[in-house]
């Protein structure tokens, strides 16, 4: 699956189909054809050669990577710098893929994730003590953030369209009852400047005279 593929896929932001079965489905499919699609004569030949030499396929050796990841994520000492690099590597290097385009559409999808993406940091304040409780946070975060912005799911665009959107519209809503109201086309002299107090010699400000 190209780059090229991926942004004409998420420009259209289909809404979510509901089916949770069958996004997972699509999702393992579009990830062995991403395996077994060109990567360049190092990646064909060498993973040719792993196939023949164990006898088992590549999508085995991808999930067991995938795996091992997951529990270096719950034991290792560097699991929350390779959780943000899932959330964080990719989506900002497409981020900038999306801006050197013309369209826009491919530019809002990626501001909902980063919108998303921000709001949910707010609770990694939190961690450390989620760990204590939690201890397979960072697993389950990194599996948020790409359920957020793989375009099988469209994470981003559900959550910003149910959560964040309404949430920042109320907050609106309230602020707007407690501004003053703007004065459109008033048109008249700007306030007075109040002048400079008068100095002394030792730059000190005179008192008015009795």
């Known amino acids: 699956m190209s780059?090229?593929?991926?942004?004409?896929?998420?420009?259209?932001?289909?809404?979510p189909s509901g089916n949770s079965g069958?996004?997972?489905?699509?999702?393992?499919?579009?990830?062995?054809?991403?395996?077994?699609?060109d990567h360049g004569t190092?990646?064909?030949e060498n993973v040719k050669k792993l196939e023949d030499g164990t006898g088992s396929k590549r999508e085995i050796f991808a999930y067991g990577l995938i795996a091992l990841n997951c529990v270096y994520m719950i034991l290792g000492s560097w699991a929350e710098l390779?959780?943000?690099?899932?959330?964080?590597?990719?989506?900002?290097?497409?981020?900038?893929?999306?801006?050197?385009t013309v369209g826009t559409d491919d530019?809002?999808?990626?501001?909902?994730?980063?919108?998303?993406?921000?709001?949910?940091?707010?609770?990694?304040?939190?961690?450390?003590?989620?760990?204590?409780?939690?201890?397979?946070?960072?697993?389950?975060?990194?599996?948020?953030?790409?359920?957020?912005?793989?375009?099988?799911?469209?994470g981003s665009h559900v959550i910003y369209h149910s959560i964040i959107d309404p949430l920042v519209a109320h907050m609106e809503k309230s602020l707007s009852g407690?501004?003053?109201?703007?004065?459109?086309g008033s048109v008249g002299p700007p306030p007075p400047v109040a002048a400079a107090p008068a100095l002394d010699e030792n730059n000190n400000v005179m008192k008015p005279s009795q």
């Open 22 to 37: 069958s996004d997972f489905q699509k999702l393992h499919d579009d990830f062995v054809a991403y395996l077994y699609a």
């Open 42 to 44: 190092f990646y064909n």
């Open 107 to 154: 530019d809002t999808v990626w501001l909902m994730y980063w919108t998303v993406f921000g709001a949910f940091s707010i609770i990694d304040f939190f961690a450390m003590a989620i760990m204590s409780y939690f201890p397979i946070y960072w697993v389950a975060k990194a599996a948020f953030l790409l359920y957020l912005y793989l375009p099988q799911t469209h």
């Open 3 to 15: 780059l090229k593929s991926t942004l004409k896929s998420r420009a259209a932001v289909p809404a």
């Open 178 to 184: 407690k501004l003053p109201p703007k004065q459109v």
């Open 82 to 100: 390779m959780c943000n690099l899932i959330g964080v590597a990719y989506p900002a290097y497409v981020s900038v893929k999306a801006i050197r």
